[in-house]
Nanobody
Framework: QVHLVESGGGSVQAGGSLRLSCAVS????????FAWFRQAPGKEREGVAV???????DYADSVKGRFTISKDNAKNTLYLQINSLKPEDTAIYYC??????????????????????????????WGQGTQVTVSS
């Protein structure tokens, strides 16, 4: 069974930083792409960062320059370093895995499920999420 477990969330002041972690088990980490998504109350889940099996990364425009995704295959852990936090970053943050996901801007989500533009489910494996709350 594949497991993804997030940790590192918390409550911080605007301008602060957090480092989220995602412990990965159940498969060979190096054969997958991994992503961080977030979901704010009343909004759909959205992708914020993805890292491919070769280590290349991509980010949503809203977080470029502030978020950094990385992974340590030896430690079976995915990370998201978040700097210069804004109140708009408040959300539950989820890690997810897929073997061959579409580009980050080619994923859309509805009611906790995410899909390609062709309607095919993307990111089969998800963690339970960790809450990030940013106050003004």
């Amino acid at each position: 069974q594949v497991h993804l477990v997030e940790s590192g969330g918390g409550s911080v002041q605007a301008g602060g930083s957090l480092r989220l972690s995602c412990a990965v088990s159940g498969y060979i980490m190096g054969s997958y792409s991994f992503a961080w998504f977030r979901q704010a109350p009343g909004k759909e889940r959205e992708g914020v960062a993805v890292i491919d099996s070769d280590g290349s990364a991509d980010y949503a425009d809203s977080v470029k320059g502030r978020f950094t995704i990385s992974k340590d295959n030896a430690k079976n852990t995915l990370y998201l370093q978040i700097n210069s936090l804004k109140p708009e970053d408040t959300a539950i943050y989820y890690c997810a895995a897929d073997r061959n996901p579409p580009p980050l801007n080619g994923v859309y989500c509805r009611r906790g499920y995410c899909y390609t533009e062709d309607g095919i489910e993307a990111y089969t494996y998800w963690g339970q999420g960790t809450q990030v709350t940013v106050s003004s």
